[in-house]
């Protein structure tokens, strides 16, 4: 009983969260400049441990040169490393796009797969990647994308207690309903920016302060 409680005021509280969000970015979209699927699903792959702002630098002379899946597929490794150096993890991520875009022309005749299992199959791409493709190339809400601003607000916002994403992620998908699902992550990520930073979170501006666990510590 006590347990039901406990989770039922947690939902309120994460739809009054949800609410003031909307309220306060409602034009929060992805920030990654893409044309594709594929072209999204790349600049995905590229954003890991890199901001949206950098990508965006980069990917406009990468997609000039390689601008699908075939091009990728049969690009020479060390000009996409160079392409895509400035990103970081550089050898990692030209790697894992040219493997991903073979396997696209090899496996999904070309097209980037609609279904988190086959998106899963790509190398350099975990769930929240799939997410971002599912939800902005597609529209297929299946998740909650869960990067580095997600976890941080979630947690100080006192709506999970585990650290690892796929465990956030199953938190959020009980709290949050289904139609929000990407958009709670797209304005939590844009309040993460501007707001909740991690080092320097700034409480006194912050709209979300008296439903913040964060601040009473």
Not at 63 to 75: C, E, H, I, M
Not at 114 to 139: C, D, F, I, S
Not at 188 to 204: E, M, T
């Amino acid at each position: 009983m006590v347990t039901t409680r406990k989770f039922s005021l947690k939902r309120q509280r994460s739809l009054e969260l949800l609410l003031r969000l909307n309220r306060l970015y409602p034009d929060a979209t992805c920030t990654l400049t893409y044309q594709t699927p594929v072209q999204l699903l790349v600049a995905t792959i590229l954003s890991a441990q890199c901001t949206d702002e950098r990508v965006n630098k980069v990917t406009p002379a990468l997609f000039q040169k390689f601008p699908d899946a075939l091009a990728l597929a049969n690009a020479d490794i060390e000009e996409l490393e160079n392409l895509v150096r400035s990103t970081g993890f550089y050898r990692n991520k030209a790697k894992n796009i040219k493997a991903a875009c073979q396997m696209i022309i090899e496996k999904f005749n070309s097209q980037v797969p609609k279904q988190m299992e086959q998106l899963l199959q790509l190398p350099g791409v975990a769930r929240k990647t799939a997410n971002v493709v599912l939800a902005h190339a597609y529209g297929i809400i299946v998740g909650v994308t869960v990067d580095t601003h997600v976890k941080r607000l979630s947690q100080r916002l006192g709506l999970t207690e585990n650290s690892d994403p796929i465990k956030i992620e199953r938190d959020l998908m009980r709290l949050i309903p289904q139609p929000d699902w990407e958009n709670w992550s797209i304005r939590l990520i844009y309040h993460g920016r501007a707001v909740c930073k991690a080092k320097s979170p700034a409480c006194d501006k912050c709209s979300l302060v008296d439903l913040c666990l964060f601040t009473k510590e």
